[in-house]
């Protein structure tokens, strides 16, 4: 069983959505067990894998063993994290269907723009093996499937896909040009156990836009799972090892503190998300025996509603323009200061100015954790563009007739030697805000490469400041 990847692959869509993912659906089956390892990659000569757990049957007034082996083709192997979210991306598919057919036509870019991933080339790729492999897997389901007509766990062993069919761009013009009749859409059929349990409502809602803002496999598979058992009750109790090995996917060699680093960094990430209770490390894990722990889980409430005003529900939309959940969002918008918020969205749009996105590779989720934490800048800062240190001649004025907007204020900085410029900065630090101060202060003790950031918002609001009372003055001269 393959060990957590420490982060999904970053493939993140801008195109405009075509479906509100507050309100996805997930098949209750495929939330109770991984269907895939969590890791980004399996071993060629891994062809299996198993997770098993026992519960009480109260059908049959007695403990029952639940497993499910996934079998694998030789020619395109097991499922990883980023085939099951293209699973999980199809049944939004068949949503939109109102699940009404077994067999589903759509377009790639469709499917991409649901997963959240990049309109490019690789994404495309990526997409094709997916299905592919889906194509060659097998699931083996003994007493862990549930039959929701028949009310009782059943033995089904299944292909989930029957039949994929793909069209790409270049083949689907052609059949336009030659024909001017409309070019095929791709397509894919379910089989017919887990179509007949879409049909029978054995679904769940899932907000997708939460799920699509975790950056960690392990997060988003214990994300399915304890949504679907916080629908009962909003506390649960699991043993440590089996919920960690049978339920998330961790490797079964880990010790107790093993399993423990290893989910940490997920739940840590379903907490800054709104989703879990923040709970002490004692709480979270109890000691039942020698060897034996639970793991402890609190959904966290829903705090009321109140009325927001317009400058509150503004705030919330730009923060939902940059990924984060409209909910998470409302509740980031009651805690805290609009100040801080504006100052973190600032300093993420400047580092998602650049090509290079590895970086930051979630930034919805990197926004909310800066914003709950203060300041967070990821491992791989990245640098703004310099402040150019060198002196303008005396008789030119790059200035002179410019509005204060970024060219002008670009246009000032540069004009300034190094000994005004640190006087400028020096000087507007006494006269921003607090938390654009602190977020200067800390990074430059920490020696961070976000202080570039901060310095230039600081040097910045001086450039404006100049420029607005210089172009107040012309105006009155004139």
Not at 133 to 149: E, N
Not at 203 to 223: N, P, V, W
Not at 275 to 281: S, T
């Amino acid at each position: 069983m393959m060990e957590d990847a420490h982060r999904t692959e970053s493939l993140v869509a801008k195109s405009p959505l075509p479906f509100d993912l507050d309100d996805g659906r997930d098949e209750l089956n495929l939330a109770e067990f991984p269907l895939a390892a969590i890791a980004d990659r399996v071993p060629d000569n891994q062809k299996t894998l198993v997770f098993e757990d026992r519960i009480f049957d109260s059908g049959r007034s007695e403990m029952i063993t639940r497993r499910l082996t996934i079998s694998a083709s030789d020619k395109f192997g097991l499922p990883t994290s980023l085939d099951d979210e293209v699973i999980l991306g199809l049944i939004q598919l068949t949503k939109q269907n109102r699940f009404t057919e077994r067999k589903v036509n759509f377009s790639r870019y469709q499917l991409i723009q649901i997963l959240g991933w990049r309109h490019e080339g690789r994404s495309y790729d990526r997409l094709e093996k997916s299905l592919k492999r889906w194509l060659g897997v097998t699931l083996y389901y003994d007493k862990a499937w549930w039959d929701k007509d028949e009310q009782t766990w059943v033995d089904e062993n299944f292909h989930i896909l029957e039949q994929v069919t793909l069209y790409d761009q270049e083949r689907r013009l052609k059949r336009l040009r030659s024909s001017n009749s409309e070019p095929p859409l791709s397509s894919f059929a379910w089989n017919e156990v887990v179509f007949r349990s879409f049909k029978s409502g054995y679904l769940k809602a899932i907000d997708l836009g939460l799920f699509r803002q975790l950056e960690y496999a392990a997060s988003k598979r214990m994300y399915r799972f304890l949504d679907k058992r916080f629908y009962h009750k909003s506390r649960w109790e699991f043993d440590l090892a089996e919920f960690a090995c049978e339920h998330i996917g961790v490797s079964r060699n880990y010790d107790t503190g093993q399993l423990k680093r290893r989910l940490q960094p997920a739940i840590d990430e379903l907490e800054a998300v709104g989703f879990l209770e923040a709970m002490p490390i004692a709480q979270r894990y109890v000691k039942i025996s020698r060897g034996q722990w639970k793991i402890v889980f609190i959904k966290k409430s829903v705090p009321q509603v109140e009325l927001l005003g317009k400058e509150e529900s503004q705030l919330i939309k730009r923060l939902a323009d940059r990924g984060v959940t409209p909910s998470v969002a409302a509740e980031l918008v009651r805690e805290f200061p609009a100040e801080l918020i504006e100052m973190q969205m600032e300093v993420l749009d400047r580092l998602l100015e650049k090509k290079d996105r590895d970086s930051i590779r979630n930034p919805a989720g990197y926004l909310v954790k800066s914003i709950r934490e203060g300041y967070a800048p990821p491992k791989k800062q990245l640098q703004t563009k310099p402040v150019v240190l060198t002196e303008t001649p005396k008789n030119s004025s790059p200035i002179e007739k410019a509005a204060p907007d970024q060219s002008a204020v670009d246009a000032y900085l540069m004009a300034l030697t190094p000994t005004e410029l640190a006087h400028l900065e020096e000087t507007m630090l006494e006269h921003v805000g607090a938390t654009l101060a602190e977020g200067y202060l800390r990074s430059k003790q920490a020696k961070s490469s976000a202080f570039s950031v901060y310095r230039r918002m600081v040097l910045e609001r001086g450039a404006r400041q100049f420029l607005s009372t210089q172009c107040k003055a012309e105006k009155s001269a004139a």
